[in-house]
């Protein structure tokens, strides 16, 4: 096949929702009609459940589980489909804004009665930030929820959607009959056999037709036609251009534990997903048809195997044919590289690829040279864009609590801020080290995988502090002086940058007033350094 259709063929997405909504089920289901698993509980949860947030085994089982899940490919009406999972607990929401800069849309899932949840709110700001296309699929209508109108309210206002319904659904929760198609114009009735629902679907070209009223009842009948009659009086058409832009979403409803509206969903979706898209990098655009292989890593994981202290860095394909065995440079280390394995992963499989191509991840074997952010090429000198690291909000100073391990508490520190699980601060007045997250399990994290992959041990120390930004001026003046001011409040990040530690939302006020030449920025990109 030649690589323009290898390249058109390739629909690399994320599934994102608050955690419970639906997400691993929906996955799963998208599995199952792509003949990627053959029985469902095949792909297992990987959110960690809100009652094991202290229980350091459920953590490392959830790990092994998520590089298997990392990113699941399968095939469906002649497309290759891949999508890139996201960890559902907040505090790996970090890794989460990572993966969206290695998809080219999503699809939102919200549950019926809960409508729109935090974590939804802020994943999709980060989407409409990039104008990523975004796709929302409303599930759980087996049970009582919201208003059909209501959530697309939701949608619009606290998600700040302009939002298109392409299906609608026949009553809900007892009474849920069923959703309207109104991309395929067609009737999608759920038929409800015992524990094993099915579908049964009829065309439906006009709706006041008395058809209708025979297969659903005359009052869901006629509820139905004023509500499509609503919708397309309402909201605007569906528009594709509009949609890949990241102008207009279109929603669809169903419920995905009974495989039902899903089929809708991916129909349309891979009608109309984009293929994969251009991205920025520092010095041009990289756009995915170009003959010269250009990728950048978005994950790094940690071996599950202990005898094996290889990490996986997942690097996304983002222009020309990745192969296996060919000589790349690595750009941040201005070395050529090999890669003998690259994975690709899917559910308990591992397969080594031979080629990827623009839209597909591949997992590399790495012994230490990657950090999050690394761009791969044949040799010309890009950086990518838009990964950054987040000004993080919970912080602890870290003690060497083993004075014969700090070599081994040092190289740990040093390859788990690589990974990206929490960011490591140097204060300038004493040099003691300060790790920030973003979520507080992660230090949890932190320790127990220094002992046990490591055998180091660190002893934290509160620190109270407001958030850590990054500080920057034209004026080398002006930095000296903050520095004469507040040289206690300063330290440097792992690339040298300088960092400011609030100590409180009023001093972080008081220093921007005080200090107008100075900027100060809430994210920091990655490997720009
Ligand atoms: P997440 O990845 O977004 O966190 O959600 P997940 O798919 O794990 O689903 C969360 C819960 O919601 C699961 O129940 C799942 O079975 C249920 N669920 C998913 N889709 C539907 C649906 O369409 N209708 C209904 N009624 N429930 C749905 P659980 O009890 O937490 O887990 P499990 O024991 O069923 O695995």
């Known amino acids: ?97 990572r993966t969206l800069t290695a998809v080219d849309s999503v699809i939102v899932v919200v549950d019926v009665a809960k409508g729109v949840e935090t974590q939804t709110e802020k994943l999709v700001s980060v989407c409409r930030m990039r104008k990523t296309p975004i796709i929302v699929f409303i599930n759980k209508l087996d049970r009582e929820g919201l208003d059909g109108f209501d959530l697309l309210d939701e949608l619009e206002q606290k998600l700040g959607l302009k939002v298109c319904p392409l299906s609608w659904p026949v009553g809900m929760g007892q009474r849920f009959q069923g959703v309207y198609s109104l991309y395929e114009k067609k009737l999608v009735l759920f038929r409800p056999h ?4 099915q579908e049964e679907s009829f065309e439906i070209n006009d709706l006041q037709s008395d058809e209708l009223d025979r297969m659903v009842g005359e009052a869901a009948a006629e509820e139905l036609r004023e509500e499509v009659n609503m919708i397309e009086s309402v909201y605007p058409p569906f528009n594709q251009e509009a949609y890949q832009q990241g102008n207009l979403s279109p929603v669809f409803f169903g419920s995905a534990i009974n495989n039902f509206g899903v089929r809708e969903l991916l129909d349309c979706f891979v009608e109309v997903a984009p293929p994969p898209l251009p991205r920025a990098t520092e010095e041009r655009e990289v756009r995915p048809e170009e003959d010269k292989f250009a990728g950048f890593v ?7 195997d202990p005898k094996h202290r290889d990490r996986i860095a997942f690097m996304r394909v983002c222009s020309g044919k990745f192969e296996r065995n060919t000589n790349y440079l690595h750009v941040r280390q201005q070395r050529k590289m090999k890669f003998p394995n690259p994975t690709s992963f899917m559910a308990e499989r591992k397969t080594v690829v031979d080629e990827a191509f623009p839209g597909d991840v591949v997992g590399l074997y790495d012994s230490g040279n990657f950090k999050i952010g690394d761009t791969v090429t044949e040799g010309e000198i890009l950086h990518f864009k838009g990964i950054p690291s987040f000004s993080p909000e919970q912080f602890r100073y870290v003690d060497n609590a083993d004075p014969l391990k700090y070599k081994q508490l040092d190289k740990g520190l040093e390859q788990l801020m690589d990974e990206g699980v929490a960011q490591l601060f140097v204060k300038e007045e004493n ?40 500080i920057s001026s034209d004026d080398e003046k002006a930095i000296e002086e903050f520095r004469q001011r507040r040289g206690r409040d300063l330290a440097r990040d792992k690339h040298g940058k300088l960092v400011y530690l609030a100590e409180s939302a009023w001093s972080l006020k008081m220093a921007q007033e005080n200090h107008p030449e100075i900027q100060f920025h809430f994210t920091s990109e990655f490997g720009t350094n």
């Open 298 to 304: 978005f994950k790094i994981h940690a071996n599950m």
């Open 431 to 470: 040099n003691r080290k300060i790790i920030g997250t973003v979520g507080a399990l992660q230090f949890d994290v932190i320790q127990y995988r220094l002992e046990h992959e490591y055998g180091a041990k660190c002893a934290y120390e509160p620190l109270n502090l407001h958030k850590a930004c990054w």
């Open 1 to 97: 096949m030649s690589f323009h259709k290898q390249l058109q063929r390739r629909r690399t997405f994320g599934i994102i929702s608050h955690p419970d909504a639906g997400k691993t089920t929906l996955t799963e289901k998208l599995l199952l009609f792509g003949g990627a698993i053959q029985v469902a509980g095949a792909v297992k949860s990987n959110k960690i459940k809100r009652s094991a947030t202290s229980d350091f085994m459920e953590i490392e089982r959830q790990r092994g589980i998520s590089v298997a899940t990392s990113v699941m490919a399968f095939e469906y009406r002649n497309l290759k489909i891949n999508i890139l999972d996201t960890p559902g607990h907040q505090d790996f929401q970090e890794d989460t804004y």
């Open 194 to 197: 015992g524990k094993q629902s």
